[in-house]
């Protein structure tokens, strides 16, 4: 027996809703970046660490620079209830989209992850927005 088969393979079922349920708390780069470029942004993207140098440095075109350790109720109430959040940070070695993800849904509020981040963003070669949000 192998490492592989050690552990029977889910249900088609439970495979099914473990991928659904991962999609409804993750996107990615290709996806943001289609919304974005085909005027189909239907949802708010925060740039949630860093300082608002590294940010005027390099950010994805759109986002909102709000570190996830500014993320409170008051601030949120700037956007109609029921908005989407994408949050994404320096990629899959950073954890702070997890935490703003965490106290967006904490707050009541629908999120998602853009899983890789600035990294993954990067790795498909994407352009950068620069300045101020």
């Not at 986002?63 to 899959?92: K, N, S």
């Not at 849904?105 to 950068?128: C, F, H, N, Q, R």
Request: glycine residues 8%; contains cysteine.
């Amino acid at each position: 027996m192998s490492y592989v088969t050690e552990f029977p393979a889910a249900t088609p079922e439970d495979t099914r809703l473990h991928f659904l349920n991962r999609l409804r708390v993750e996107t990615d780069c290709a996806d943001v970046h289609h919304a974005i470029t085909h005027q189909e942004q239907d949802f708010v993207l925060l740039h949630v660490v860093g300082t608002e140098t590294m940010f005027a440095r390099r950010h994805l075109p759109g986002a909102i620079h709000l570190p996830h350790v500014q993320i409170t109720a008051e601030r949120m109430q700037a956007w109609p209830d029921g908005t989407l959040f994408v949050v994404y940070c320096a990629g899959p070695h950073c954890n702070g989209a997890d935490r703003a993800a965490l106290k967006l849904a904490s707050l009541g509020l629908p999120v998602k992850i853009m899983i890789g981040g600035i990294t993954g963003w990067e790795d498909e070669g994407y352009a950068y927005a620069q300045g101020e949000a």
